[in-house]
């Protein structure tokens, strides 16, 4: 088992176990009336979307999810501000279009829904995130087709987006729109992932013995705007692109700028230091001639980013380019996504504050690491 992935998953399922726990001990209504189920059942296609991607797909891939939505309530300031989204636990099972080469998936999740009801009609958004288990991973004897997936424990993500219609007062119907992602982060090769666009049908049940609107309070505060100097220490662990190969770290440093946009949001502009010691044991092993080994080793990045706070929890996507050109690497751009969890309320402490980080860069679509980091705001 990958134990570098296992660690980034079992930080991120902290973090959620965290925020449920705030929910269910909120001090307002019993947690009996809170609980939402729901079942749904998803069809969708896989998107090839590299030109690396090797499988020819053929036909439909079939899915069924349960979950659980936590009715956020209480007069903490960005339940009010966010219409008291729920947070969402849940389980998906299915099997990936190509089976014989993709195989079945398995996994758990956390995420949040964001509704806003008019009528019996209610719009639902939705971000999800936790560990996916694909039984069919690559393998150099029994699947080499499958150059997508090199790992049977992944990073799992889905956003959903569509409308429900309450056919009862406890209970509705809903469509969604849904994109749906497995990788392990490049923490093993191949690693291209899987992408699965898809449509789906939930059913839910409200359990509506108390009154939202009845604890839609708001709690007082002064939202700072001011801008913050931020620095952020990064780890990771990188392997070149070859599978079974081995695992080295990655050291970074980001110094950036931040401030807030409002109650839910933030901003975000900086640069990057990144060490990789792969690169320079690459070269060290076989291109002892070149000069300048670690500075080759080096990447900066300036990058530009947007945050999404609930509470004490954050979802962030940075754009960034690189200054220098990187050894053994092609592209410029990059991305990252990431998950950010406060020690404090982000609303009421935004200077001298402590706060840990799980974050995926990519170049484009391709993983290049997982990162843990440690961080502090001034």
Same mark, same amino acid.
């Given at each position: 088992?990958?134990?570098?992935?296992?660690?980034?998953?079992?930080?991120?399922?902290?973090?959620?176990?965290?925020?449920?726990?705030?929910?269910?001990?909120?001090?307002?209504?019993?947690?009996?009336? !809170?609980?939402?189920?729901? &079942?749904?059942?998803?069809?969708?296609?896989?998107?090839?979307?590299?030109?690396?991607?090797?499988?020819?797909?053929?036909?439909?891939?079939?899915?069924?999810?349960?979950?659980?939505?936590?009715?956020?309530?209480?007069?903490?300031?960005?339940?009010?501000?966010?219409?008291?989204?729920?947070?969402?636990?849940?389980?998906?099972?299915?099997? =990936?279009?190509?089976?014989?080469?993709?195989?079945?998936?398995?996994?758990?999740?956390?995420?949040?829904?964001?509704?806003?009801?008019?009528?019996?009609?209610?719009?639902?958004?939705?971000?999800?995130?936790?560990?996916?288990?694909?039984?069919?991973?690559?393998?150099?004897?029994?699947?080499?087709?499958?150059?997508?997936?090199?790992?049977?424990?992944?990073?799992?993500?889905?956003?959903?987006?569509?409308?429900?219609?309450?056919?009862?007062?406890?209970?509705?119907?809903?469509?969604?729109?849904?994109?749906?992602?497995?990788?392990?982060?490049?923490?093993?090769?191949?690693?291209?992932?899987?992408?699965?666009?898809?449509?789906?049908?939930?059913?839910?049940?409200?359990?509506?013995?108390?009154?939202?609107?009845?604890?839609?309070?708001?709690?007082?505060?002064?939202?700072?705007?001011?801008?913050?100097?931020?620095?952020?220490?990064?780890?990771? !662990?990188?392997?070149?692109?070859?599978?079974?190969?081995?695992?080295?770290?990655?050291?970074?440093?980001?110094?950036?700028?931040?401030?807030?946009?409002?109650?839910?949001?933030?901003?975000?502009?900086?640069?990057?230091?990144?060490?990789?010691?792969?690169?320079?044991?690459?070269?060290?092993?076989?291109?002892?001639?070149?000069?300048?080994?670690?500075?080759?080793?080096?990447?900066?990045?300036?990058?530009?980013?947007?945050?999404?706070?609930?509470?004490?929890?954050?979802?962030?996507?940075?754009?960034?380019?690189?200054?220098?050109?990187?050894?053994?690497?092609?592209? !410029?751009?990059?991305?990252?996504?990431?998950?950010?969890? =406060?020690?404090?309320?982000?609303?009421?402490?935004?200077?001298?504050?402590?706060?840990?980080?799980?974050?995926?860069?990519?170049?484009?679509?391709?993983?290049?690491? &997982?990162?843990?980091?440690?961080?502090?705001?001034?």
């Amino acid at each position: 088992m990958n134990t570098s992935l296992l660690k980034y998953l079992l930080f991120i399922l902290l973090l959620i176990s965290l925020e449920s726990y705030g929910q269910l001990s909120d001090e307002t209504a019993s947690a009996s009336n !809170r609980f939402v189920p729901e &079942l749904s059942f998803i069809s969708g296609r896989i998107i090839e979307h590299n030109s690396k991607f090797g499988p020819d797909i053929d036909g439909l891939s079939y899915m069924a999810d349960f979950s659980v939505g936590i009715k956020s309530i209480g007069k903490k300031v960005w339940k009010h501000d966010y219409n008291h989204p729920d947070l969402m636990l849940g389980v998906l099972i299915g099997s =990936y279009s190509n089976r014989e080469i993709f195989g079945d998936s398995f996994s758990l999740y956390g995420g949040v829904d964001q509704q806003k009801q008019k009528g019996k009609w209610i719009r639902h958004f939705r971000y999800r995130g936790g560990i996916g288990y694909l039984n069919k991973p690559f393998d150099i004897i029994t699947n080499t087709q499958n150059n997508v997936i090199g790992s049977k424990l992944n990073l799992m993500a889905k956003i959903d987006y569509g409308y429900e219609y309450l056919i009862q007062p406890k209970f509705g119907i809903a469509a969604m729109l849904s994109i749906m992602h497995h990788s392990n982060g490049k923490s093993a090769s191949p690693n291209l992932g899987i992408n699965l666009l898809a449509a789906q049908i939930s059913f839910r049940y409200y359990n509506q013995a108390y009154n939202k609107s009845k604890y839609d309070l708001k709690e007082n505060y002064e939202l700072s705007k001011k801008h913050r100097f931020n620095i952020l220490l990064n780890f990771a !662990r990188h392997e070149l692109n070859e599978v079974n190969g081995p695992k080295y770290p990655v050291y970074g440093i980001d110094l950036y700028g931040s401030s807030r946009i409002n109650i839910k949001s933030k901003y975000k502009y900086g640069i990057e230091y990144s060490y990789y010691t792969s690169a320079f044991r690459f070269l060290n092993h076989n291109l002892s001639s070149l000069e300048n080994h670690h500075w080759l080793s080096s990447r900066f990045n300036i990058f530009a980013g947007y945050e999404i706070l609930f509470g004490r929890m954050g979802l962030c996507a940075e754009l960034g380019y690189y200054l220098n050109k990187p050894f053994l690497v092609n592209e !410029r751009i990059t991305t990252k996504l990431g998950i950010i969890y =406060y020690l404090k309320p982000t609303h009421l402490y935004d200077k001298n504050e402590w706060y840990i980080t799980g974050k995926l860069k990519s170049h484009y679509f391709v993983a290049d690491y &997982l990162s843990l980091g440690i961080g502090h705001s001034f």
